[in-house]
């Protein structure tokens, strides 16, 4: 049975004091308002990783999530932060392949492949995240490109090592314009995304990946988003920085 997880990015925001008071207020609600069994996965950016964990460490269903990784196990990289250093302070997740890593860091595939390995090799849990940009959907290529980056970045894996990824297809026209594709959009990437990893790892691997949407995911919208049968929950950003949204967001589920 595949997961069902809310997952909040909360990109570069927020003061420390700010981050803590999101993490305990989600967690209060989460742990008053929901009777579910979705999962809950805050993606703080990396100095407030640790005040993080300590708020969620004792409810095994919320996860905490790095917003990036190095490839390289250790060593002279002024800046970076390794798998290593992130699983000693608690993480558990972390988001590969984000759309704004891609474009603003030109991370391609291929290195995207490499962060997944060391993400693996050390017990973290990758969200590995696809979509096409507007450009690319206007001349038909949505399918492909989603495709393409998941074959691409996370094909190379054994059937055993590919389930603990998480995959959140994310397309760019929809990050923080407002725009959010149409559930059937949404669905029809996910369903496209679900019979390729059928086709390369058979339908048992296919059917347990959990396969997040991601892009103005807002409680408005989370439910119709939600029921499609292949989305399986939210990456979420700018609804997940308000305590009420995000928790909005996770009864959706
Ligand atoms: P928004 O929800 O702000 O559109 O961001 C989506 C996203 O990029 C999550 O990773």
Request: charged letters at 20%.
């Amino acid at each position: 049975m595949r997961k069902k997880i809310a997952a909040g990015n909360w990109k570069m925001n927020l003061s420390a004091e700010e981050a803590q008071t999101l993490a305990s207020e989600v967690v209060n609600m989460f742990q008053d308002e929901y009777t579910g069994d979705a999962e809950v996965i805050f993606s703080p950016s990396y100095p407030y990783l640790s005040l993080v964990h300590h708020l969620v460490k004792d409810n095994p269903k919320v996860h905490l999530a790095a917003q990036n990784i190095h490839q390289e196990e250790k060593g002279a990289y002024t800046g970076e932060v390794s798998a290593q250093m992130l699983t000693s302070i608690g993480c558990s997740h972390v988001l590969i392949g984000h759309s704004e890593r891609r474009q603003y860091f030109a991370e391609d595939n291929q290195l995207l492949a490499k962060k997944i390995d060391i993400a693996l090799k050390h017990g973290l849990k990758p969200v590995y995240c696809i979509g096409e940009t507007l450009d690319q959907r206007e001349a038909g290529e949505t399918l492909n490109v989603n495709t393409t980056q998941l074959s691409e970045g996370a094909f190379h894996l054994d059937a055993e090592a590919f389930g603990d990824l998480v995959i959140a297809y994310e397309p760019v026209w929809a990050i923080g314009t407002g725009k959010t594709a149409s559930p059937e959009q949404a669905q029809e990437v996910h369903k496209a995304i679900r019979d390729a990893i059928a086709a390369k790892y058979g339908a048992e691997v296919a059917d347990n990946t959990t396969i997040l949407y991601g892009g103005s995911v807002k409680p408005a919208n989370a439910e119709t988003l939600f029921s499609q049968p292949d989305i399986d929950g939210g990456l979420v950003g700018g609804a997940s920085l308000k305590s009420r949204d995000f928790t909005d967001i996770i009864k959706a589920l």
